[in-house]
């Protein structure tokens, strides 16, 4: 029985080890295959890090940008602050200075003596009245209109004044 329980497991084990032969076959191409899935989806996953770290670079600098912004708009906001002070001292002594003019300019006594009377004519002069034009002041002087003209050069005949005082010719 030895011989044949030998010649029995001699037949089996060739065909054993080419049965196991072929599972690890199939085991390391199972395992080829996974491993090239693997390194397939690693370089995936590689190439999404790389994408995802380019983005994190560009939203980091974005931040670094929306700070500097932001700095130089408080920085703006701060300076017209600032101006509009400024704007706000000037404009308050403007007013106080327009104020203060106006103030003295009501107490100045009125053009013609420093008076606070009715103006008086001088010598050789002659004070403007209501209604009064060129050719009435010269009918009620009895000097011509050229003459009275003539020695008041300055004078705007179309804008006479009430109180107004012209020169009169010299008299001949």
Same mark, same amino acid.
């Given at each position: 029985?030895?011989?044949?329980?030998?010649?029995?497991?001699?037949?089996?084990?060739?065909?054993?080890?080419?049965?196991?032969?072929?599972? @690890?076959?199939?085991?390391?191409?199972?395992?080829?295959?996974?491993?090239?899935?693997? &390194?397939?989806?690693?370089? !995936?996953? !590689?190439?999404?890090?790389?994408?995802?770290?380019?983005?994190?670079?560009?939203?980091?600098?974005? @931040?670094?940008?929306?700070?500097?912004?932001?700095?130089?708009?408080?920085?703006?906001? @701060?300076?017209?602050?600032?101006?509009?002070?400024?704007?706000?001292?000037?404009? !308050?002594?403007?007013?106080?200075?327009?104020?203060?003019?106006?103030?003295?300019?009501?107490?100045?006594?009125?053009?013609?003596?420093? &008076? &606070?009377?009715?103006?008086?004519?001088?010598?050789?002069?002659?004070?403007?009245?209501?209604?009064?034009?060129?050719?009435?002041?010269?009918?009620? !002087?009895?000097?011509?209109?050229?003459?009275?003209?003539?020695?008041?050069?300055?004078?705007?005949?179309?804008?006479?004044?009430?109180?107004?005082?012209?020169?009169?010719?010299?008299?001949?």
């Amino acid at each position: 029985m030895d011989n044949i329980s030998r010649e029995s497991n001699n037949g089996f084990l060739p065909m054993a080890g080419v049965i196991v032969g072929a599972i @690890a076959l199939l085991l390391s191409g199972a395992a080829l295959a996974t491993k090239a899935s693997k &390194t397939s989806t690693e370089e !995936t996953l !590689t190439a999404q890090t790389a994408r995802i770290d380019a983005i994190e670079t560009q939203a980091r600098d974005a @931040a670094a940008k929306a700070v500097s912004a932001r700095s130089a708009t408080d920085q703006l906001t @701060a300076d017209v602050q600032k101006a509009l002070n400024n704007v706000s001292i000037s404009l !308050t002594q403007m007013d106080s200075e327009v104020k203060t003019l106006k103030e003295s300019a009501a107490k100045k006594p009125a053009a013609g003596g420093g &008076t &606070t009377g009715p103006v008086v004519a001088g010598k050789d002069e002659y004070v403007v009245k209501s209604g009064d034009i060129g050719s009435k002041i010269a009918a009620a !002087t009895g000097f011509s209109v050229k003459a009275i003209e003539a020695v008041n050069p300055g004078i705007d005949w179309a804008k006479l004044k009430v109180g107004q005082k012209l020169k009169l010719p010299a008299k001949k």
